[in-house]
């Protein structure tokens, strides 16, 4: 088992056992269940919960915050006892804390299941995000399929949210991507 450890509080490089450095774009052949990387943190602000209101029109009054009088009361009124952000921005900021924690050769995400959102995320939460590979399997010749364990951690580290996320990735020997043996140096698509 190879472990790659992402330091979330100071900019030094992996610190890994078998495996290649941060930034390195893995593929199909580079991965192996058992694999875990740790991404930076993020802050989870009001800010971004109401740019998140505002772009996906849910204005929930468990989201409200502010210095009106309704949102006073719908804190008052929550289960929670203040204003929590949306479940489903945490999972976006899960899926971008990730991309590159580890960088994959991603062709397409192909599904997302078992996820559970365990607890609230508070306003001024710092997050992060632990991946691990838990299968590996081969998709035709030149791709595979790969199951991650997810899970979204704040700083006094409460699970908030965790899942299963599945991808294609693709090999590298796949037309144009680098290959060993051919000594190609072509970068790979990243569509996200």
């Known amino acids: 088992m190879s472990t790659v450890t992402i330091s979330s509080d100071s900019n030094e490089h992996a ?16 991965l192996a269940p058992g694999q875990i990387w740790q991404s930076p943190s993020r802050e989870i602000t009001l800010d971004d919960v109401r740019e998140f209101s505002s772009l996906t029109g849910d204005f ?15 804190a008052a009124n929550s289960p929670f006892g203040k204003p929590v952000a949306h479940g489903i921005l945490g999972l976006s900021v899960l899926a971008g804390l990730s991309t590159e924690y580890p960088r994959a050769a991603t062709l397409a995400l192909v599904g997302i299941t078992d996820w559970q959102f365990e607890n609230p995320i508070f306003f001024g939460e710092v ?21 991650w364990l997810r899970k979204l951690i704040s700083s006094d580290g409460r699970l908030l949210q965790q899942g299963r996320f599945i991808t294609l990735v693709a090999s590298n020997r796949r037309s144009g991507y680098a290959n060993p043996a ?3 140096t072509a970068t790979p698509r990243h569509p996200r």
Do not use: M
């Not at 929930?60 to 719908?74: F, M, Y």
């Not at 997050?127 to 199951?147: D, K, L, Q």
């Open 15 to 30: 610190k890994r056992s078998g495996a290649t450095p941060v930034g390195t774009t893995l593929y199909y052949e580079d």
């Open 60 to 74: 929930d009054p468990l989201h409200a915050a502010g210095d009106s009088q309704t949102a006073s009361e719908s």
């Open 127 to 147: 997050v992060h995000v632990v991946t691990e590979i838990e299968t590996v399997a081969p998709h035709g010749r030149r791709a595979g399929r790969i199951v």
């Open 182 to 184: 051919t000594k190609s």
